[in-house]
């Protein structure tokens, strides 16, 4: 190009009001050598005139032009990142992008609007735009002569209904011609949309590279989901790109070419064959060729066409509309509110016999990765203060255990202070509904998952029998990183607190974690029952006093149920032990046996164990003697108070009948004496009033001998056994929020599937875990953390309950969580349409069990050198731990159900031979042995279960590994053709059709899963000599040990 530099260095010297915009810009020129460097931004003074943008030296606005940028053949683009103030021109003939950062939003979109109406291309789309004003001024011409007022054009509404894609289109390419004649090209297309409305020109997507072919057909498609704005008068420009060297990402520009929306749909089968445009304009390069998605329009073809005849058979895809997908209106209207910011790609993708898949995926974000642990912060605040007023409400201690127990207080309270204002700040975060990975070390979000996302992919193709639905839950390992891992992880931590309280064992008294867990029952109980007691007995007392029979007797067959189930409750031999520990920790007892003491100096062992027999019959309200049997009395008395309750009702019921006395039987009910026959209610208040004294007498003593027992879990250590209640807390929060998360989409998925909702209250769902950790370094601590957090999973049940608000109101039908530690419940709420095609027995609110497993390889460069130099004995406990789990969830389905319960493979291998082969790959010792995790998610679903993948942080191996999955069922299920199977997996790993930045682009990029290999020398220099290997491995292992510790 030839230019006066004199010239342009006086214009760029004129004073401000000759320019459209100016003002300071961080720029940067990117390269294709190397990826852009942050540090090498530089603040310019840039001034905008016509379709020149000049960049001063620095930030001064007096100071000298440094570079003249020419505004033509280029695209504006801005970064897609909501954060992000930058945006990027990008020029058609491959030169290097110029990266421009402003200093706030606002003004970023300012520099975009001017700068896409700077060029040529912008002032064509205005004359454009103002010759169909024209027109349709003339269109509304009246007959007189006058004009009538031109509305502003309306935005036309959308061309789908919404929830559904709006547009999907396929792309192929034909003659192609590269710039050097010689060669074939190895193409890809950049898909960029022009807004009508905004007239700006927006970088939308990118299909992957086809190298070697004049012809490409690309797998990866265009697809518009709902919400975004794309209507009929919307254009799409493609330009087609030639990729030199890959490696580089070198590429030229080959052509372009530019449609409208409503041209596509409106054409003859939906089908546009348009010439490409080359920079010069005189050339040929090709055509292109752009085919609408629709569903079924191929399905009485014959496929005869091979998959070697792809390229050269016209570019139809048989596509779809996706009937089930995330935000379906009629079945699906919850996720709405549960999945946000939804990723939609589709593939067409070969079969073996000739004919084609539509593959769509969804990936989502959901907003219960904050929702759920928000709840539990709040359970757990109610809990401990709930537990503080239980320890004060013990009564009078010795001054040992007083001690114990003030100190056990003041930790619980420094906890709830601390969990409070975790509660708040989670409150006031506002952002995405996800954690990302670099928020791995902020304190207010510990409790919140890593990267909780829903990963769909839907099938379709001409054959319904082949369609299929496949989702994945993606989850960072539910780990505490905030609080380290130099002393390892939960399992680790648990195994040797348990050992200091054996060893402390004679300055408190051992339970074991078996004996801590039915406290816990206990107390769950009688929060549970006490209630339901109380309410039934209201309700007979009501039924009486209306002299209604029939609710008479539902009312005490429902009491008769429940006192059942509270009698059976305290029937424990740890309930009588602990009431006898908590009578030999009172003051009175402590004294008591101080003078028996100092009355028998020299008495015996034997005469001391005596002594303390007597005392121990001392009882716990009024320290007198303790009678053992004394609690079994008291226990006894509510069953007989409820058979007096029985007696009388039959009792007046017979005579509500006959009209005439009838003689007593039950002894107990010839002592109550009513002042007349037919007086129902003051017959039972008598006996109503006595049960409940008796259950109140019954639940005072139990729950102060269970509070005793807790009390004893933080004798040992008050500081470590809190800080591992924390710790649990934490990684138990994240996992249960990626749980109830798969559970809300597994139950709307199959909410027609009877033979799903049978298996789910007869046998509860499986939900598999597959992890990624290494058994090394800091990754083993994770690895801990995780495996306690789903073995926690198991005191966790579902419960379907019947949404009391209105139809248009389901945003607001979150599940909620109830209970407390190990023993919750959540209530996933159903509007009354689909609530109603459950089956009965959830419909009457049948808890919902789940049963995890995991399953754990490691499979980075991390798991090579703890199986060369280190330890996988955890992972292969782990595994052979759930393995059993799983054949225990097996049989049990076996021995309740038939497997016409469970859906149907095209994979003909028989679920017993899959457990056969997945056994013997634990048992092998095989590094790596990934066989493992493929079998484990066969079996998983095989038998209708949930899929979780995690590593570290959810980012790389996960995807990885979900990608790699979704094409071995798109090979094994849906017989994609062999030769395809790694372009199809290139397509869903590349970063470009995926429209996502490199690594190094993104400030939010996480480095601790990248290789390690920058610890170690130059391998080069191993070939020196063989000493220097000896020195590396040295020098390597060391550095890696100075890392760690």
Not at 51 to 72: C, G, H, Q, W
Request: proline letters at 4%; charged letters at 25%; glycine letters at 4%.
């Amino acid at each position: 190009m030839k230019f006066n530099s004199a010239e342009l260095f006086s214009f760029a010297q004129k004073p401000p009001i000759c320019f459209e915009k100016e003002g300071i810009l961080k720029t940067y020129r990117k390269s294709r050598a190397k990826q852009r460097n942050y540090q090498e931004l530089t603040e310019r003074w840039c001034r905008l005139k016509g379709n020149l943008l000049f960049l001063m030296k620095n930030r001064s606005s007096t100071s000298d032009p440094a570079e003249v940028i020419v505004l033509e053949r280029c695209d504006i683009v801005e970064c897609r990142d909501n954060r992000s103030t930058a945006l990027t021109i990008t020029f058609q003939s491959g030169e290097p992008e110029i990266y421009l950062e402003a200093v706030s939003k606002s003004d970023c979109g300012d520099w975009i609007a001017a700068l896409r109406e700077a060029n040529s291309e912008g002032l064509q789309r205005r004359i454009a735009y103002l010759q169909q004003l024209i027109m349709e001024i003339k269109a509304n011409t009246n007959p007189d002569g006058t004009h009538q007022i031109l509305l502003l054009p309306e935005i036309p509404s959308p061309l789908i209904i919404p929830f559904e894609p709006k547009l999907e289109f396929s792309l192929a390419c034909k003659e192609l011609v590269a710039t050097a004649r010689d060669r074939k090209p190895n193409s890809f297309v950049q898909i960029t949309i022009l807004n009508p409305t905004q007239q700006s020109l927006t970088r939308y997507s990118n299909t992957e590279t086809v190298e070697g072919t004049r012809d490409p057909v690309f797998l990866t498609g265009a697809t518009f989901p709902p919400g975004y704005p794309i209507y009929e008068e919307t254009r799409v420009k493609l330009t087609v790109y030639d990729v030199k060297e890959k490696s580089q990402e070198t590429r030229s520009f080959l052509g372009s070419a530019t449609f409208a929306v409503g041209d596509l749909l409106k054409s003859e089968e939906q089908t546009l064959t348009i010439n490409l445009s080359p920079l010069d304009g005189s050339s040929k390069v090709g055509t292109i060729v752009v085919s609408n998605l629709k569903m079924g329009e191929n399905e009485n073809e014959e496929a005869d066409h091979t998959p070697g005849e792809v390229s050269r058979q016209k570019s139809a895809f048989c596509g779809s509309l996706l009937h089930r997908t995330i935000n379906d209106p009629g079945k699906f209207s919850l996720l709405d509110s549960v999945f946000k910011n939804i990723i939609w790609k589709v593939y067409k993708l070969p079969t073996a016999n000739g004919r084609w898949l539509c593959v769509r995926e969804q990936m989502a974000e959901s907003t219960l990765s904050f929702l759920i642990p928000k709840q539990m912060i709040a359970l757990f605040i109610q809990e401990d203060m709930k537990r503080l007023q239980d320890l004060e409400e013990l009564g009078e201690l010795s001054a040992h255990w007083d001690t114990l127990r003030q100190n056990v207080t003041v930790h619980y309270q420094h906890m709830i202070s601390s969990y409070q204002e975790m509660l708040t700040e989670l409150n006031k975060f506002s952002g995405s509904s996800f954690k990302p990975s670099c928020s791995r070390g902020e304190k207010k979000l510990e409790f919140v998952p890593v990267n909780l996302h829903l990963q769909r992919m839907h099938i379709q193709s001409s054959s319904a029998k082949t369609d299929g639905i496949y989702d994945v839950v993606t989850i960072g390992a539910p780990a505490a990183h905030i609080r380290g891992f130099r002393n390892g992880g939960l399992r680790r931590q648990l195994y040797r607190f348990e050992g200091e309280k054996r060893n402390s064992a004679y300055q408190y008294i051992y339970y074991s974690p078996e004996d801590t867990t039915k406290a816990k029952e206990v107390i769950t109980n009688i929060y549970k029952l006490q209630p339901l007691i109380l309410c039934n007995t209201d309700l007979l007392l009501t039924a009486a006093r209306q002299r209604s029979s029939d609710n008479l007797k539902d009312s005490l067959k429902t009491l008769s149920e429940i006192t059942e189930q509270f009698v059976h409750a305290f029937e424990d031999q740890l309930l009588r032990s602990a009431l006898l520990a908590l009578h030999k920790a009172r003051p009175s007892y402590i004294n008591k046996r101080h003078s028996n003491l100092i009355h028998n100096p020299d008495g015996t062992e034997q005469q001391c164990e005596n002594n303390e027999r007597r005392s121990s019959k001392d009882s716990i309200p009024h320290h007198a003697e303790y009678d053992e049997e004394d609690w079994d009395r008291v226990w006894v008395n509510v069953g007989k108070s409820l058979n007096c309750i029985i007696a009388m009702v039959d009792r007046l019921l017979e005579q509500g009948d006959t009209g005439q006395e009838c003689e007593l039987e039950p002894s107990a009910v010839d002592q109550v004496t009513t002042s007349a026959s037919d007086d129902w209610y003051e017959g039972l208040y008598p006996l109503v009033v006595t049960l409940k004294d008796c259950v109140k007498e019954v639940i005072d003593r139990a729950k102060k001998a269970m509070v005793f027992v807790l009390l004893q879990d933080c004798g040992s250590n008050i500081p470590q056994a809190l800080a591992l209640h924390q710790r649990r807390d934490v990684v138990f929060s994240q996992a249960l929020a990626g749980l109830v998360c798969g559970f809300v989409i597994k139950l709307h998925t199959y909410l027609h599937d009877q033979g799903f909702l049978l298996q789910l209250h007869t046998v509860g769902l499986l939900v598999h875990f597959e992890g990624l950790l290494s058994t090394y370094s800091e990754e083993i601590g994770m690895l801990e953390d995780m495996s306690v957090a789903i073995i926690d999973l198991q005191k966790v049940a579902f419960k379907v309950v019947e949404a009391q608000t209105e139809e248009n109101a389901s945003a607001n039908l979150y599940p909620i969580v109830t209970g407390i530690r190990d023993f919750y419940t959540v209530e996933v709420q159903l509007p009354s349409k689909l609530f109603e095609v459950l089956p009965q027995e959830i419909k009457d609110g049948k808890l919902l069990r789940v049963h995890p497993v995991f399953f754990n390889i490691g499979i980075n460069e991390q798991q090579t050198l703890a199986e060369r130099f280190g330890d996988i004995s955890l992972q292969e406990i782990i595994n052979q731990e759930n393995f059993k789990l799983l054949s225990k969830y097996y049989k049990s389905f076996q021995e309740k159900l038939s497997s016409d319960c469970l859906p149907q493979f095209q994979t003909q291998i028989d679920i017993k031979e899959l457990f056969q082969s997945l056994s013997q790959n634990i048992q092998v010792r095989k590094r790596k042995n990934v066989e493992v995790l493929k079998l484990a998610a066969s079996i998983c679903r095989r038998l209708n279960g949930m899929r979780f993948t995690s590593c570290k942080s959810a980012k790389d191996r996960t995807s990885m590994s979900v990608t790699l999955e979704q094409c071995v069922i798109l090979q094994e299920e849906h017989s994609l053709h062999p030769d395809y199977f790694v372009r199809a997996l290139d397509c869903m790993r590349s970063s470009y059709a995926k429209g996502t930045m490199n690594d190094t682009d993104d400030p939010e990029a996480d480095s601790d899963n990248r290789p390690t290999s920058s610890h170690f020398y130059p391998v080069a220099l191993l070939l020196v000599s063989s000493h220097l290997l000896v020195v590396w491995l040295i020098l390597s292992l060391a550095l890696l040990l100075a890392k760690y510790q």
